[in-house]
């Protein structure tokens, strides 16, 4: 059917796919059609089936043109696609180019043309002896001391408080509402059993301060003016009067930092020694996690920007449906309800895939070069390191290895694991290459929670 083919190469990775029909299959393919709907058509005067083909093309050729039309696209573009070099992306389906101008013209050669994105053509720059500068972190006594209040904190107990007043880091639980000039009660502005704990802020109204010294059943009428950069808006520059009456008070009994704490938190530790060596593994931990994720970040931010690399808008678009579909998962909400939310901010679907275009455009180059750079470097990973690698994640994670194992056979997953482990060794490979050079010092905490 095609006698002819060109290919030529546009911007972003996708090219334009030129073909040509044999003029002769495009009218048989129109003949064929024709005779097809001649034996079925009813025309007033002809019996079922005795059609001329003739009296059908007068009255249903246009129709019948048009179909073949597609039929001559379907088939042709599918011939061609066999053995052309450059394959569409899986998820690019190919566009007709010009569609208004086709034109089927029975007896000649048919030309069409279409479309389509393609794997992008990838030049990698220079990704040895690069020169990445790393944050100067080390985990202090301070981190550890937190680590551990943190730990006291999290084995507290919270008892009701025997007499006595509000006092900071109480629990209380309180009822409020807005009260008028006229001191009457707002409608739609009483809320009943508010609980947070007193000088945590965690309330619109920031009455930690206020309700200080109340004692339990007390009511009070709080006059309160905000600034007008209040971090609420609906307030902001206003003054309110608001009633609130406490409810309960409670205290957190916080345990001793000593023995009997660390054999509380785990069996593991007999003596608080124990635990604090623990936490401290833990934290060296999560610093060299985050350092090594650091490096590779600032590594390939210089492999990028060494490298030419154009990916075609599909890639781009499937990369921000892929967010788009981790943000529904996180919210742990359907999508309709993420949609209204975001409506009620002023925002829509769109200006978010806008906001994360770049990282997504970023995340793509990323993996792509990941890709490039362990083929041209014959990185590869064996069945025996995957499966040490699975072994791995479940210990970490408190699991069965075996159950683990035939769960990822049964679901054809040891491919993702073998490339886990492949981008492992790629990295280990990169960051020996490189030269490092000490940055600025950080804090711990600023630094494993990216506030920099």
């Known amino acids: 059917m095609v006698t002819q083919k060109d290919v030529q190469k546009l911007e972003h990775a996708s090219v334009k796919l030129t073909i040509t029909v044999d003029g002769a299959e495009a009218q048989k393919k129109y003949d064929e059609l ?40 379907d088939e042709g573009l599918k011939e061609a696609l066999e053995d052309v070099e450059q394959k569409p992306l899986p998820y690019a389906q190919p566009r007709l180019d010009d569609e208004e101008s086709l034109n089927l013209t029975l007896g000649e050669d048919f030309t069409f043309s279409v479309i389509y994105d393609v794997y992008p053509d990838i ?17 202090l006594k ?9 730990i006291q904190e999290q084995n507290s107990m919270v008892a009701e408080k025997q007499g006595g007043a509000v006092e900071k880091d109480d629990i209380v639980t309180i009822d409020y509402v807005e ?27 920031k009455i930690d301060d206020d309700i200080i010294g109340m004692q339990k059943d007390e009511e009070k009428v709080i006059e309160k003016e905000f600034p007008e950069d209040f971090e609420h808006e609906e307030y902001a520059g206003k003054k309110i009067r608001l009633k609130v009456k406490v409810k309960t008070i409670k205290q957190k009994d916080v345990p001793a930092l000593d023995d009997e704490l660390a054999q509380d938190v785990s069996d593991e530790y007999e003596t608080l020694d124990d635990l604090k ?23 390939f931010d210089q492999i990028i920007e060494n490298s030419k690399i154009d990916p075609p808008e599909s890639m781009i678009q499937a990369e921000l449906d892929n967010s788009w579909q981790r943000f529904i998962q996180q919210s742990r ?24 275009r770049p990282n997504a455009e ?6 792509l070069l990941v890709e490039k750079i362990r083929e041209t470097e014959g990185i590869e990973a064996t069945d025996e390191e995957a499966y040490e690698e699975l072994k791995q994640q479940a210990e970490q994670a408190g699991q069965d290895y075996e159950e683990v194992k035939q769960q990822y056979e049964q679901n054809n997953l040891m491919d993702y694991v073998k490339t886990d482990v492949q981008n492992r060794k790629l990295f280990d490979f990169l960051l020996e290459q490189s030269k490092l050079k000490k940055g600025k010092k950080m804090d711990y905490l600023d630094f494993v929670q990216n506030n920099n």
């Open 34 to 73: 024709l005779k097809k709907y001649a034996k079925t058509a009813h025309i007033k005067g002809f019996r079922k089936g005795k059609v001329p083909p003739k009296i059908l093309e007068q009255k249903y050729g246009e129709g019948i043109k048009e179909e073949a039309t597609i039929e001559i696209l």
């Open 179 to 205: 009260l008028d000039e006229e001191g009457n009660e707002k409608p739609d502005t009483s809320r009943s059993d508010f609980v947070f704990t007193v000088g945590t802020g965690y309330n619109i109204f």
């Open 333 to 356: 909400i359907g999508e309709e309800q993420v949609l209204q939310i975001l409506q009620m901010q002023g925002k829509s679907k769109e200006d978010m895939l806008a906001e994360w």
């Open 123 to 139: 030049e990698v720059g220079e990704y040895k002896g690069l020169e990445i500068e790393v944050p100067d972190v080390k985990v």
């Open 142 to 150: 301070k981190d550890e001391k937190r680590e551990l209040e943190n």
């Open 277 to 299: 060596k623990s936490v401290r593994a833990q934290l060296e931990e999560t610093l060299n996690q985050k350092l090594r994720e650091t490096k590779i970040e600032k590594l």
């Open 362 to 367: 970023r995340s793509l180059k990323f993996q």
